[in-house]
């Protein structure tokens, strides 16, 4: 896995970074509306080659990757760069890639900074009038017609029609115009559409700098702002909305690269792709501008404010190709029709969402390793609990080290690096084995080996990593729900122990667990974070009892009681009061996206089998337009989820800061499950309602497990807040 920015682009990104800083402020993008083209810009953008950076090399380009020009976009998102960029950017690469005298002639012709071709997005039909962004400032239009490809040289300047937001749009009416054919052979069609959908990459990419600068702009302006004597931001009204949108546009961001690597692979769903990320990036920047300008009150609306800059353009930039509902819909004919598509070169791509070899060859043997133990005719591979758990199954991953990968040898583990474990551990999702047990424990373990004494590591990590034994959380209590902190448990040390009066809610698993991980009150005078203490205690200790709850998610959890129990200081975790250091450990483990995509796509596959068998007005109910965005529209969500899930490990490995990244995949991951499980119930009903543990009655089960899922692992509600402060920088927030 490599998310980090490779070397080779951080000067690409750093360079137009500080480029479109300084030639395209909000002053210059003002001055040039309403047009929204400025000439000087273009004028240095073109010394700078950046509209030929897509040019081949042998048509004298800089043969530069999509990926880097796609960082160059994202910079001019960000600062509303007033010049049809992508336009420029693809028309010239089709030029390069077509070659011929008039392609050379046109080329020279914008390398010398003052002739501007742009692009036609739509197919040309004599007589049809289609509003052409660039086309108010452009010498020529390339322009495609189903058969050839050519240039219209309009006679006059196209007049410059008012839009929504400036982008130089100009309403060309195609056959009004000289014509200058550059080529109309057999592969015009794939050059043509492969061109179209690089534009949608590049300007995907430059909607995704708009909403990031947007929000950045809100989070700035709420950290400052005073209302009823504190910061505006502090209100979760505010810091809430801005946490989601952050969350999606990052979301896009990851989802951009996750694409580009997706079309150097050849991947089948590449094209699929392409078209729902169009349509996340758009409708991530609808979003964001309408909260960010609504952080700015009033002022927003006013001229002077610049925020009012952005609103317009994160509608306008996408709508030049038309509805990107539309994209959606193509999305899912291409995903699920099998429709095709030509796609560009991307060039080198050097972001990898998979493991390394080393990584691969864990998961393989993992794979075989359940192939040989997982019987579907006596294991629970439908369930994703607790009473799934097998204890059989359990002790042979432990005794292969395939428990706990990660761990070193001597707890049991194979010492695996970070990438490895997370391919052995994402085959347990593919092959339906809940493994909650495990996961649960394996958090747990993490915390043990950081901060337990050596006679406590000695008692339980082995045992751990053999499969001989599992541990429990003992967290919530009946008044705190997520506020961990406000733990009520005491624990009073007795001589060279401690007993333990309390109660804890939700500690499931407790009926597997050998040791439950318990948060208690060691000084009630202290401020609350300060006067917590960890402990890890046996299950078997005299004075504990079970009471199970069971919930409407056919799940059992439990409700455990602690009285008058009497441990050695040994199951101590860390300082005396010092349990928020113990617990940031464990709860930044918790919190996480997890591999609940892999949910959501198991509901997309039993709804995709119901329609294909369906028929609605004589034809497959799958053909129908609204199924196929909606299901598209959840597949889109599987797959931000996972590179959103995919991101805290990313980061880790290339050494950047963490600012609530694990956090933000768990919000989106399960929140996108609630509301897919809910839509694909809707997309089938009534058959959807009944219950089952194959077909649609996955999509009833999805929708049961989702509700809790916002829940377990911190609310959504509290993890909002993490990402408001860390990503954004907003105050801490209140209710």
């Not at 240095?44 to 950076?53: G, H, K, N, R």
């Not at 007033?82 to 089709?94: D, K, N, T, Y």
């Not at 078997?540 to 050695?568: C, K, L, S, W």
Request: aromatic share 8%.
């Amino acid at each position: 896995m490599k998310l980090g920015l490779p070397d080779e682009s951080l000067p690409v990104q750093d360079m137009f970074e500080r480029f479109f800083a300084a030639e395209s402020t909000t002053a210059r993008v003002r001055a040039a509306e309403p047009v929204g083209f400025d000439p000087a810009l273009w004028r240095d953008l073109v010394a700078l080659e950046v509209p030929f950076m897509r040019l081949s090399a042998q048509a004298g380009g800089g043969g530069m990757s999509l990926f880097d020009t796609c960082l160059m976009m994202e910079q001019a998102g960000r600062r509303l760069a007033s010049a049809p960029l992508a336009e420029a950017v693809v028309a010239l690469r089709i030029l390069g890639e077509l070659g011929g005298e008039t392609a050379r002639t046109w080329i020279d012709a914008v390398r010398g900074g003052e002739t501007l071709l742009t692009l036609a997005l739509q197919e040309t039909t004599p007589g049809e009038p289609q509003l052409v962004p660039g086309g108010a400032v452009a010498k020529g239009i390339l322009t495609f017609d189903g058969t050839e490809i050519a240039i219209e040289i309009p006679a006059t300047r196209l007049v410059a029609s008012p839009t929504l937001g400036g982008v130089a749009a100009g309403l060309f009416e195609p056959g009004q115009s000289e014509r200058v054919v550059i080529a109309s052979n057999a592969d015009v069609a794939r050059i043509w559409a492969a061109g179209i959908e690089e534009w949608k990459l590049l300007t995907a990419a430059t909607t995704i700098g708009l909403s990031r600068e947007a929000l950045t702009m809100a989070a700035a302006y709420a950290s400052e702002r005073i209302a009823f004597g504190q910061p505006i931001g502090a209100n979760q009204g505010i810091a809430h909305p801005l946490a989601d949108d952050v969350i999606d546009a990052d979301g896009a961001a990851m989802l951009l690269w996750w694409t580009l690597r997706a079309i150097a692979d050849e991947r089948p769903d590449a094209a699929a792709t392409v078209s729902m990320l169009f349509w996340w990036a758009s409708r991530t920047a609808t979003r964001s501008v309408a909260h960010a300008l609504h952080t700015f009150g009033g002022y927003g609306l006013s001229n002077e404010y610049d925020i009012q800059l952005y609103h317009r353009r994160a509608k306008s930039w996408a709508l030049a190709l038309g509805d990107p509902q539309q994209e959606l819909i193509r999305g899912g004919r291409r995903l699920f029709l099998g429709e095709a598509a030509a796609l560009p070169d991307p060039g080198l791509v050097e972001i990898d969402f998979d493991p390394p070899q080393g990584g691969q060859e864990l998961a393989a043997e993992t794979r075989a390793l359940f192939g040989r133990i997982l019987d579907p005719a006596r294991h629970n591979l439908v369930d994703h609990n607790f009473e799934a758990h097998d204890w059989g199954v359990h002790r042979a991953l432990g005794e292969a080290g395939l428990l706990y990968p990660d761990w070193p040898v001597e707890y049991g583990g194979r010492g695996a690096d970070a990438d490895a474990t997370r391919a052995s551990l994402s085959v347990w999702q593919q092959v339906g084995y809940a493994g909650l047990a495990r996961s649960t424990t394996a958090m747990i373990g993490h915390v043990v080996q950081k901060t337990a004494t050596a006679e406590l590591k000695a008692e339980v990590l082995l045992r751990m990593g053999r499969g001989d034994v599992t541990a429990c959380l003992g967290y919530t209590e009946p008044s705190g729900g997520s506020d961990v902190f406000a733990a009520k448990t005491r624990a009073v040390r007795d001589g060279d122990g401690w007993v333990i009066n309390g109660q804890k809610m939700f500690t499931s698993g407790a009926e597997l667990a050998s040791y439950v991980i318990l948060i208690t009150r060691t000084d009630p005078e202290a401020p609350k974070h300060k006067g917590i203490t960890v402990f890890l205690v046996p299950m078997d200790t005299p004075g504990i009892e079970i009471h199970p709850i069971h919930t409407f998610m056919d799940e059992r959890t439990n409700a455990t009681f602690y009285q008058d129990v009497r441990i050695p200081d040994k199951y101590r975790l860390g300082e005396i009061n010092g349990g928020a250091k113990v617990l940031a450990a464990a709860l930044g483990l918790e919190q996480s996206g997890g591999y609940y995509h892999f949910a959501i796509l198991e509901m997309i596959d039993a709804v995709v089998a119901w329609a294909e068998g369906k028929q609605r007005n004589g034809r497959p109910l799958i053909e129908d337009s609204n199924v196929l965005a909606r299901l598209a529209k959840a597949h889109c969500d599987a797959r931000v989820a996972e590179t959103l899930s995919g991101r805290p490990l990313g980061m880790r490995l290339a050494g950047q800061a963490d600012v609530a990244y694990g956090p933000a995949a768990k919000i989106f991951s399960t929140e996108a499950f609630i509301a897919d499980s809910a839509d694909l119930l809707d997309l089938a009903a009534p058959q959807s309602l009944l219950r089952g543990s194959e077909g649609l009655g996955m999509v009833e089960k999805g929708y049961r497990h989702a509700t809790a899922t916002t829940i377990y692992g911190g609310t959504s509600e509290v993890l909002r807040s993490m990402v408001a402060e860390r990503r954004l920088g907003l105050p801490r927030s209140r209710a």
